[in-house]
Each structure stands twice: as structure tokens, then as C-alpha cells.
């Protein structure tokens, strides 16, 4: 799928002398793969995993993951979340793994 975006050329943008400019310019832009429902999960699988590694070390601990409220928290709570559930997270890893490597 694509998104088409058009840009119409107004006034005297068009009047410079190096030659005609179209009255369209058509684009085409592949979508991000955040906006499918894979892309978004390995997206939240791989902000897990990263988090609950980065607990592990105290300064990045102390610098990163001190917050538990608002934008910040989100770090806070992935790493708790990798870090309770570990085996499940591990196994969702490699299910994850599978999935983009041979079935997609």
C-alpha cells in the first residue's frame, strides 16, 4: 500500500526561468512498518527486551530508568515488565523471530 501525496506548485514558483515545473509533483511513500499489527509488536518486544536490559546496569539504571511517572515511566515499567516476565518475553522473542524470518 502507498500514500500519494500531492504538492500543487502556486504563483511564481513555477516562473524561474530553468525550465517548465510541473502543476503536480506525485509521490509515492511506503507506509512505516510501525503501522501494521507485526511491525508494532516487535516494536514493543524489542522496547522490553531493551529495557529490562539496560536495568541491569546501575548507571543506566539510576539515569534512565528513575522515573516512574509520565514519559519516562513507559521505560520504567517495560523494564519491570521484562524483568518479571522474562520467560514469557523470551518466548515471545522467538516466536517474534520465526514468524518475520519465515513466515512473513
Do not use: Q
Not at 536495568?55 to 519491570?80: D, I
Not at 518479571?84 to 516466536?95: G, K, M
Amino acid at each position: 500500500m502507498t500514500v500519494k501525496v500531492v504538492f500543487l506548485l502556486a504563483g511564481e514558483n513555477h516562473k524561474r526561468g530553468r525550465g517548465s515545473y510541473p502543476d503536480r509533483a506525485d509521490l509515492s511513500l511506503p507506509l512505516p512498518a510501525v503501522y501494521s499489527l507485526d511491525g508494532l509488536l516487535v516494536f514493543g518486544l524489542l522496547l522490553v527486551c531493551t529495557c529490562a536490559y539496560l536495568r541491569k546496569v546501575p548507571r543506566l539504571k539510576a539515569w534512565l530508568l528513575s522515573e516512574k511517572k509520565g514519559v519516562w515511566g513507559v521505560f520504567y515499567k517495560a523494564a519491570v515488565i521484562g524483568t518479571r516476565l522474562h520467560a514469557a518475553v523470551a518466548i515471545s522473542c522467538i516466536l517474534m523471530a520465526f514468524y518475520v524470518l519465515f513466515i512473513k
